[in-house]
């Protein structure tokens, strides 16, 4: 007989109040569970959509950290096919995409609209960033680009182009004269934030030398990893390869540039955080009525207990194991009912409304996260120890004539 | 059933159970009332005492004082030559499941537990073996006629057999004596006569103190010793008639 099984067969006894409860334990944890895997579910595909963007690693001239650039590339890596070359030659490397980035004026006809521009080298930027499929209109750059440029359908919408349609870009090169050169709408792009719809243009890195007039430098090169490589280490070898080829260089590391990424990270926790503490008070609340009233009715028991020789600790122990018990249970239906739920939810084809910033929503789509899982086993039988721990301390210190007359 | 009583530390001429000028007040909305005042009683090794007196008297509080369930406002307990009200919760608990046996007027058994368990449950706190438990449970069970209710939950039993199975309890872990607070009042006649023979049967084989607190004629006819309570004061004390 031990203290497990006595504490079971008190459940068995006192059946309907172990089903309440049970039901109360296993929600928590149904909801700490599909909470617990739409939020890493959230987080990853929030991870993957910023590293696509950014890459896993930048380097960039270390003067360009602390200082915004007064002229476009002024702080650009010069000889960029050399330093390119250096990083890949990594073995951790996948991608290494020169960028270009520069700001100007776009005309097409009567309208001029100011842009975003980006200068990339086609082939690898769409294969690593995923870039061809954002393209919603014709197609995206080929080869080394052309003179072909892909718009946010934002700003081809205030320029009033499509694909095919003829367009003048203008910039400032980095001895401060006007540059301008046509180009051609290959393609209309949906980025996903409507900011960034309104003014992103991309085109091909000779295009963007040409009207900069800057060939052979680029603002950073953004490197993409392999799937099993460690970022730190990846960043302090390419770091030494581009110092020893002459670069002064910072490699800049995913997080630190997705300032975005850690915000809605934060965001989501925040709110995820106090409904999960909301929804631990409600069943430490409901377990401690719960328990409390099974003290109640037990207390002639208990005071027959205390005077056969069981110490009090004896008594705390037994409602303790008796609230861990009703918590091991309620999780096992809990369990059940979350993978239930998640069949239900993946297979409704739910669209949330988008996150902040991004204008498209995605299907929902609940991940079976074990951790959460056993965050949930572990928020549940803490929430049961504690909530069990008050009435049983109450119950150990009863006196035991009181409790033997109790009726 | 048979053990010797020489377990422990008690001497065959120290008494048992002494206690001194024992006082326990009880608050009754404003006022205070005497339960006892000043009560002193020796307990010898294998008496078999009956505390008689009428309702309100003292019986249960003076037994629950000498079977250190309460603790007095006055006056001392020593158990085998130990103060009671010196020792710790935790020692007083050690006290009680291994040197007393407890038999109530509503029998107290463990509703989810089996004849047997209810049986061996002092023995588990005890920490004895498991095989130990099963055997002395059993031994026990027999001894009271209960042989074939060993997996049995109180509530199929009757009252004499719940009442059986409390006593086979109170002898789990060889006690020097049994407190019995009305052991008879919730039982028919002939059950409380089977009870009693039993008893006294228990206590002539074992050398088993036993201390009742009982208005039952049958019970005072039965000891060898019987103490008169009045008013929280001991009245009478002297060999029964």
Known sequence: MSSLSLAWRNLVRQRRRTILMGTVVAFGFAAFALAGGFIAQSFEGLREGTIQTVGQLQAVDRRSVDRA???????????????????????????????????????AGAKSVPYLGVGVDPDPEGKATGARDLVVSGKYLSGDGGDGVVLGTGLASALQVKPGDGLTLMATTPDGSLNAVDAVVAGLADVRIKELNDRYLACGIGLAARLLQSPETVTKLVVFLRRDAD???????????????????????????????????????????????????????????????????????IGTLRALGT???????????????????????????ALAIRAVLNASGIILPPPPGATHGMPINVRFYPLAYAAGLLAMIATMVVASYFPARRASRVSIVEALAHI | MGEPQSQGIRRDREPLVEAKGLSRNYRLGASQVAALRGVTLTIAPGEFVALQGPSGSGKTTLLNLLGLLDRPDEGTILIEGREGESLSENARSDLRRDRFGFVFQTFNLIPVLSSEENVAYPMVIAGRAPEERRQRARELLTAVGLGEKLAVRPDLLSGGQRQRVAIARALANRPAIVFADEPTANLDSRTAEEILDLMRKINEESSVAFLFATHDPRVVARARRVVRLHDGLVESDGAAR
């Open chain 1, 69 to 107: 650039e007064e002229r476009t590339l002024e702080f650009g890596l010069k000889e960029s096919s050399r330093a390119r070359s250096a990083v890949a030659k990594d073995p951790a490397v996948s991608a290494v995409l020169p960028r270009i980035e520069f700001v100007g004026l776009a005309v």
């Open chain 1, 231 to 301: 970022e730190n280490r990846a960043a302090a070898r390419i770091g030494s390869e581009l110092k020893a080829a002459g670069y002064d260089v910072v490699i800049r590391h995913w997080k630190e540039l997705a300032v975005f990424y850690g915000q809605v990270k934060l965001l989501y926790i925040g709110i995820f955080g106090f409904v999960g503490a909301v929804l631990v008070v409600i069943v430490i609340l409901s377990a401690a009525i719960v328990m409390t009233m099974a003290v109640s009715e037990r207390t002639r028991e």
């Open chain 1, 311 to 337: 110490r009090p600790a004896g008594i705390l122990r037994m409602f303790l194991v008796e609230g861990i018990a009703l918590a091991a249970v309620g999780c096992v239906a809990g369990m059940v009912l």
